[in-house]
């Protein structure tokens, strides 16, 4: 498998006129770095496996703006600012990367301490996504007994979103299957059936879903109702194609910018030390 | 005057597979006790109850022994979709999903553990859990008036694990700690079998007790590469080429009901090879040997 797919001895440094053209980034390269740009410097980064946005995105604050960053690969915690690279892992205990871990934990003792996990981000996946964040693992149907789609599971999802400051619901596909105005099942609980204080008045102390992240933009809730609502357009995305691919009613803002690309800087991170094996140009 | 001696707990992995009856209640660790439960499904166990995940209890449904999962995650694991053998089954009625989540099915064995009839947990309210899985109750709590969810003692007959090592005496120690919820399976169980790489001296255990991670195991079965095709700490790495031959069978059974491949899987891996060592045999030594660590 090649490790490094770009020319390195005609590597260039710096820009768009030394080939980290920001023009060139890729629609996952701009998710990667919109959720860069919400991690902050000292949080607590739970990486879920094999959601190579999220990893990437991870990997780009930690090694631009965030050396004081924890990650936990299930349950090897880390902290690899003095990095070159952070090899993505293959399987539960792959060595190339759980050999950086300064702390191991099992599944079970993680959640023998969850009163600091408001310090933690993660990022979440889903076969259904509803117009409340509200996020479903277990499956579609109408029976769950005789379900027509059988989902993985949970995982540790319904906790995660329970008690994690914030999260964000990552999707590598956009589509009216996935998004709909209420989930078959759910099982991360987001903002419920709407309100501000969806999520207080059941006594959730986590600050449930912030922004929703696809291929084609990025949403956030509306602060009064939680409903969900376009917040940017990647660039070559029409509202009509948002709209068309969803299976609810998007709030839709009279004016809604397009999503930042990378800097060239920002490019040049992800393309030679997050992401070296191009998994988000493809 | 000699003293009675202790008794050593080594048994081979066909004697460990005879404590497993029809519907147990039984817990498998990760990583997985391969060779125990190649043994389980060769006895033709029925109506099993399965705490577990992944492919190892994919299988376990694929062979005909699972009635019941107690599982929050049955995937092909990183990018894996849903495992095939769990999904067709599940879709069809044909096994019960106890529906729960990482830290749900923590709290239960805690509480199995621990003799209580429940304990609470936040983790999942507001959630279809509760509403799936009756065995989940939604409850005000008498202290402060909070709203958790009462989880019932899980309290697996058997679990069965896989280590780095044992003495006879079943004081195991794991290489890199313990994983995943080993050990509160092992709390939980009535009775716990640990499969390892190496049988080790009991004075080895006793010059670092520190390490000792499951004080006392039932039973120890000796079976190096015990947890192929999946990885052990320190030993070795996954076998993703063989994995992959399970699950390219396992969805042709589920997805094109052609159960021919998986069939023959089954046959030339679990059923015809009698002992383990009749299984690394068949898997080869090239390819044993190409897994150790980078």
Known sequence: ?282 | MSSPARHERIVDEADAATWITDTMTIAIGDPAPMAIIRQIIRRGVKDLTVVGSGLALDLLIAAGCVRRTMAYYVGGGFGGAVAPSFRRAAEQGEIEVWECEEGILTTGLRAGAQGLPFLPWRGGVGTSLPEVNPDLKVITDPIKGETLIAVPAIEPDVAILHAAVSDAYGNVQHCGGPGWLDLFLQRAADRTIVQVEKIIANEEVRSDPWATTIAGADAVVRAPYGAHPFYSRGYYVQDRAFTRLYVEAATAAAQAGDRGPLDAFLTRYVLEPETHGDYLERVGVKQLIALYEY
């Not at chain 1, 050999?99 to 099992?106: G, I, L, P, Q, V």
């Not at chain 1, 509202?239 to 998007?250: D, I, P, S, W, Y």
């Open chain 1, 1 to 282: 498998m090649p490790t490094d797919e770009m020319p390195t001895d005609e590597m260039p440094t710096h820009g768009a006129a030394t080939g980290f053209d920001p023009a060139t980034a890729t629609r996952q390269e701009i998710m990667a770095t919109f959720l860069a740009n919400d991690l902050q410097d000292g949080e607590i980064l739970q990486i879920g496996a094999a959601m190579p946005v999220g990893e990437v995105a991870v990997r780009l604050a930690h090694f631009s703006h965030g050396p004081n960053m924890e990650l936990i690969f299930i349950g090897a915690r880390m902290n690899a600012a003095h990095l070159d690279v952070l090899p993505t892992p293959e399987f539960g205990w792959d060595r190339r990367t759980v050999r950086w871990a300064e702390s191991f934990s099992d599944t079970g003792h993680r959640f023998d301490r969850v009163k600091d996990w408001h310090r933690r981000v993660f990022f979440i996946g889903g076969v259904q996504v509803d117009a409340f964040g509200n996020t479903n693992l277990i499956g579609v149907g109408e029976n769950h007994r005789r379900l027509r789609f059988r989902g993985p599971g949970s995982v540790g999802t319904s906790t995660l979103s329970t008690l994690v400051g914030r999260y964000h619901i990552v999707l590598n596909s956009h589509s009216a299957r996935t998004f709909v105005e209420r989930c078959d099942f759910i099982s991360a609980y987001g903002w419920g059936q709407g309100g501000a204080d969806a999520r207080t008045k059941l006594g959730i102390p986590g600050g449930g879903p912030k922004y929703c992240i696809t291929p084609l933009c990025v949403m956030d809730f509306a602060p009064d109702t939680k409903r969900m609502r376009l917040h940017s357009l990647h660039p070559g995305v029409t509202v009509e194609e948002v709209r068309a691919n969803t299976g609810f009613a998007l709030d839709i803002p009279d004016d809604v910018p397009t999503t930042p690309r990378p800097t060239a800087t920002q490019l040049e991170i992800i393309r030679t030390r997050a992401d070296r094996r191009g998994a988000l140009r493809h």
